[in-house]
């Protein structure tokens, strides 16, 4: 047990910190979204800078054009980014998931032609799970993928789909037979966002912004090559897409936390100092804070030791997005009725967001209800609920 | 010993009601939202016909000459209705200073004159006898843009009065903010020696200021309440509806104790709220406490209410599209109204602990 | 709506305020639990003066020794004796539940054999509802009512039975058939506590003293007289009785709540006048007690209006039961360290006591879980959760 | 960066937790607490002999000379089990000042000698040099009437300096208290020109009665965790087994979901507190403040924990004969060591926010 950097890491760390002081664009310093086309056009360069600087694929083997390091340098990749509030890699579903499933589940020439582009932000990814009838029940999704000749024609809406409207391919589970067992007759597509009959529509949330989208499929046409695993084996190859989903997830969120709680710190002492009830709900989230973190960094340990992400990843999920709902609440408590106001650059209108934003964080990616059913399910042993 | 409403009072609910679910449904809200004013002005001759606007206002001025706890019975419908219009600035706020001026309490109940309340102590009054002018600025009016007159606490010669001062063309000058919940908009409202009228003076203003923030915190309790139920009616439509895992989701407890708990909440919120009211309709000794215990608990209870529907809603009730997003905004905006829940709770511990 | 006493209700509070005044034994005031002979034996005079006073059985039918009395009476009635800190008749479950079930099934020579000594106390009742395997779900209780000869014998065992070690009568809710449907087949009898073959057992709780009992029935012979409803009705008997429990349950649970607000914000005042934390927690427990209330008149005016008590029964047992275990956390929090400390006469043991005690709140007379189902399900319309 | 233990240390607690299941298991905890000591005495040798009570003590007196992880590992298992006799009085707050009189430090390895921590600043010491006696009373002495020595916060001539007074016969005076946790019973101890020996003046005191402290927290965090795992495999355990309406009660989520939350809370409460034991283990500057931040977690963790357990339980957790009761009020015994969780938050709060 030793919870100091080693040399390595300390020198990565160390080099990491100087390359983004030195490289973080200024227009993406204090990400909020990659809502606007002028944020999106700095976050393509800013991606591939990440890429030629080495700091793509930090875990992916070395044979697929990655560095081939153990996990723990991931984390530390994901704490530094937080720490100088730059933004992540634009194609974070192809790196964390499209990438994964594929050196996992793809044939070579699927290899060849999908991963070198992912890491080099040449083509960003999306992901086409949820449905508007399926969200938590991944099993009942209902989009149509029908073996047609040569290949398949989709057709059926995704929903809730982050970067489909920048991306160039999506990962797509769809069911091949009605007649099948919900888990089975799935099957697993690569699609291109350029083919005729893919339709993107922006969905605007709660702030006002659109960050998800829902996709509509019209008899998209699929080459065969596009197929991930088996037709009917799609459940399988999308368990691996979610899996991944959890690796280093927990070192994000508490990246992203740590930043909201030093904020946090900055307007409590600026505004509520001597307030006692402010004092002992900041000291809360700071506590809550440090339980993440060292939660994470047990979860490396085990996922080094094993290479298979424990329960900790749910936990993360669960903890990092009741913690960030109750400290933005917090915050504009603060500020009190001065955070109605919606515009502006000062603090009223960036917790005012940052709250709103947050409801949406016990739903995306997992919503509590079901992180709280796999905790007591998987990690308990009790029976389903379902 | 009854809590209960009489036969007339449950009728004016069921009327109110029904009509603003004919005439304001939900799915009228984000047009009316997005419209240039942000409500519907052609309402208003309705809420008046309809007697709301009047209800407190004697016989003789053209009101109906009813309670608060009338008006309690409409503020809890509006509430439910997210009702976008100037109903709780001009009854809530501004009515208790109107009273002063009797000419214009039955042009409130003809529905022909609107108001607000511009607080705060940056405004100064000068002048004396008939003829005063209002110099300064206050911030976070609510409705500032839809009114046709500000009811101001302003610092005069013997200390802080109400004055009046109508709307005439761009004077005052008033900037409606980019605010959060736009069904009800705030402004800044800027008196550059603007005319206006003596409503009260020192002793009697203070008095009158009181009463207006009892009325005022009663009326957004009951709001609350209207925005609670509205966002449990939601919630559990639609547990009742949306199918997971082959069940209705409210057949799972993680869905349906939540709205079970927003139903308890709810329920206990509405029980101060009516206490608060029939205390302010009697003028009752408790009136300012329970005014001050309903607002913080109903407050924080149709924040709750909100966030426990859109999480049963799942990424739906996340989106613009939905309506629940209007009233989670109503909600903050009236948690946010005049101080905190923690505030209030602190102005209760000075009762009971003194200190 | 007027929220004050009217002439006549104001008339019989004040006679009954002066009259706890005069009446209430000294070694009664302040009371905390039927654990010891003495008590018992204080109480069985005490709930003597009760009847003769004309307070037992308020709102009983005149014609069965009642006072006939509206509802709102009773309710002053328990305010009152709350606000003296006296305790109840000793026969709550004769006055509350068996009498209204015997006025409601009963048969006349039923009601002419025990309906009187309900009120006078001179014959103390008990419920014989829950057993070991039966909690939540009282269909499905085991208790075998065998109809032998002409009569029944009882076989089984019951728990959770307060006054059991007290009482002369027991209802007892048992499965005369074995092979029928859960709520069919069951069958109510009224059982003498002093039959040969029932055995009461004090069930010591995490206070260490003995509220309930545990009831074995080995081969007791019942009397077919005893019988309450049909043979294999006893559900709908049982649903009357448990409808009792609710009807005016609230003011009392209030009244309780009222008190120790009121001594919770002396021992605020006493050792933690100035803790910003402590004040907003006095404030939020003296809000709730007021919503409390007055959900409690709302419900009044409901009962008094249809005759049928509505949900908020409910709502009131699941809010204090929550009220009191925050309650009484704060105080042993406020006390701190001197609260470790469970003898002597003092505010530490008092409230230690109170704190231990409150944990069975959520689990007595239908555990928090079972009341959220109620309101979601008979209230909201949701689907059955079970 | 590596937050895993070294798999010796991985069979230290698979050793520890052996023993403990076979020798002290659920079933003997009520006996335990009911004889007259409250304790096994006769357990005292085994720990000894496993190591346990010398793991941090140098190999040249006897210890093992390993370091506070290996000491957390016990406590965690010792919480676990419910273990009722004075390991923590010993090795967490009497140990630090021992260390002073190495002479003690054999004897503690071997088992010989026990102790625990007066504190308080109502004692005096009397006297200089080698000769000094002890005069004041001190309460809420934990394990006061099972060790064989107390180490004695007492004001002498130049501040608060740690002396040793041991028991001999019925001197000091000690009155065993009747509390609610009685695995762990508190005492009063009175001191009426005991004999005492200086084992620390003041300034090199006040280091050490702030090391004992920083460990003494997290001790308890380490031994909170224990008491939350128990109590979460019991509830587990219950929620699989009983059946309620055909189904076991596990399979409703408002069962199922307490549980998890608690399985949450034990874990973010293990990382706090293992967080805190590597602080301490390596002298890291953060220590003060991870033991803080990992004893309020964790207690109010631990509380929750068997809150929720018994809540599960239904009737049979309020019961005297199940164990629940007992680490219920282990974990509020923990939860009311040195100090609030409010005001440990507090002390963060000042390091955060300052003032």
Redesign the interface.
Known sequence: MDLRDGPEEGAFRATLRAWLEANVPAGLRGFRGWSSPAAVALGRDWSKRLAEAGYAGLTWPKEYGGAGRPWRYQAVYLEELARAEAPQHLGVIGLGMAGPTIIAHGRPDQKTRYLAKILSAEEIWCQGFSEPGSGSDLASVRTRVEPVGAGFVVNGQKVWSSYAHIADRCILLGRSTTASEKHEGLTYLIVDMKSPGVEVRPLRQITGEAEFNEIFFTDVAVPKENLLGDVGGGWRVAMTTLSHERGTFGFALAGALDVAVRKLVGLARERAGTDALVRDRVAREWIDLQALRYTNYRALARLERTGVPGPEGSVAKLRWSEANQRLTKLAIEIIGREAQVADGDGAPAYWRHQQLRSRGNTIEAGTSEILRNIIAERVLGLPRSR | ??????PE?DQLRAQARSFLEKSYPLARLAEIATSEDGWDRASWAELARLGWTGASIPEAQGGAGLSF?EEAIVFEELGRALYAGPFFSTVALALPALACAPDLLAKVASGAFTATLASGTAVQALGAGDRWRLRGETD?VADAGSVDAFVVQARGPDGIGLYLAERHGTRPQVCV?????VSRR?GRVTFADDDARLLAAPPAAAKIIAATRRRALTALALEAVGVASQA?ALG?EH??SRE?????I????????K???T??ET??????A??AA?CIAEDDGQAEL?AV?AK??AAEAAVAAC?RA??VH??M?????HPL?RY?KRA??IE??DR?G?AH??D??QV????
């Open positions: 010993m009854d809590f209960s409403f009489s009072q706890v976070l903010l980019d605010t959060v919940d705030l449990l559990v547990a009742k997971q895992f082959g069940r209705p409210g057949a799972y407890q993680a869905v349906s104790h709205l079970a708990d139903y308890v329920e206990l919120a509405r029980s101060l009516y206490w029939w329970a215990a913080a608990y966030e859109i999480q799942g990424g009730g996340f989106t613009w599209d997003h989670y903050l905006w946010s109204f905190s923690a709770r602190a209760i511990a009971l602990l003194g200190g």
